[in-house]
Structure formats: structure tokens, C-alpha cells
């Protein structure tokens, strides 16, 4: 995982939650994802605006649309 989320869920325990309990396959795209970023800082407003949205899912399996 990129530096930048990685410090990210550090400081966000319910995000890092959320983040660990997605099947391994959606966990993977989204580092996956996040590596294409070449830009540090839009690297770090996408993995907040993903954190966010693993935060306001109901159910820890499911997510939003991210992008």
C-alpha cells in the first residue's frame, strides 16, 4: 500500500477496521487503484474520500461507489 493511506488508516481506527474486514479482492483493486496515482496529494484526497465512505457504509461488506 502507498505511504500516504497507509498513515491514513493509522490515524483512523474505524476506517482501518472497515478497510480490513473488505474481501481481499476489493481491498486489493483499491490499493490498486491508489498506486496508479502518481500525485501525492491527490493520492491522499482519494484515500479520504475512500476512508470516508468505508465509514458511512452500513454494512461493513459493502461499499460505495468511491470514484
Known amino acids: 500500500m502507498p505511504s500516504e493511506p497507509a498513515e491514513i488508516l493509522k ?3 474505524k476506517g482501518c477496521r472497515r ?4 474481501v481481499p479482492g476489493k ?3 483499491i490499493i ?3 498506486l496508479k496515482i502518481k ?3 491527490l493520492r491522499i484526497e482519494k484515500a479520504l474520500r475512500i ?3 468505508f465509514k458511512k ?3 461493513e461488506k459493502k ?3 468511491i470514484f
Open 11 to 13: 490515524l483512523d481506527e
Open 19 to 22: 478497510f480490513e474486514n473488505q
Open 27 to 29: 481491498s486489493r483493486y
Open 32 to 34: 490498486q487503484y491508489l
Open 39 to 41: 500525485s501525492p496529494q
Open 51 to 53: 476512508i470516508e465512505n
Open 57 to 59: 457504509c452500513q454494512d
Open 63 to 65: 461499499l460505495l461507489r
